[in-house]
């Protein structure tokens, strides 16, 4: 069964950093794609940052320079270190999963709150 869970999401001031992980299941390896979404008041859900086949990065233009994705230091984690954090930036993240087994399946984690406020 697969699992998705998101942790780190925390209220940070302007120019602070935070460090979200999502803990998957089974195996990373699993997966071709793993991603974050975050998802604003109002907004749309957009990609912030993907890494694909375990070595392939994307980042929307907003967060490059700023948001790096990487395997997390504990097991099956994909890690999304923020720094200079904007209130722009506030949302709910969401961890994303791309499997394919004859077809691509997608799941989602529920999400974590990322608030940038003084």
């Known amino acids: 069964q697969v699992q998705l869970v998101e942790s780190g999401g925390d209220l940070v001031q302007p120019g602070g950093s935070l460090r979200l992980s999502c803990a998957a299941s089974p195996s990373i390896s699993s997966f071709f794609s793993i991603a974050w979404y975050r998802q604003a008041p109002g907004k749309q859900r957009e990609l912030v940052a993907s890494?694909?086949?375990?070595?392939?990065?994307y980042y929307t233009d907003s967060v490059k320079g700023r948001f790096t994705i990487s395997r997390g230091n504990a097991e099956n984690t994909i890690d999304l270190q923020m720094n200079s954090l904007k209130p722009e930036d506030t949302a709910v993240y969401y961890c994303?999963?791309?499997?394919?087994?004859?077809?691509?399946?997608?799941?989602w984690g529920q999400g974590t709150q990322v608030t940038v406020a003084a």
């Open positions: 890494l694909t086949h375990q070595t392939t990065t």
């Open positions: 994303n999963a791309q499997l394919f087994t004859g077809s691509v399946q997608e799941y």
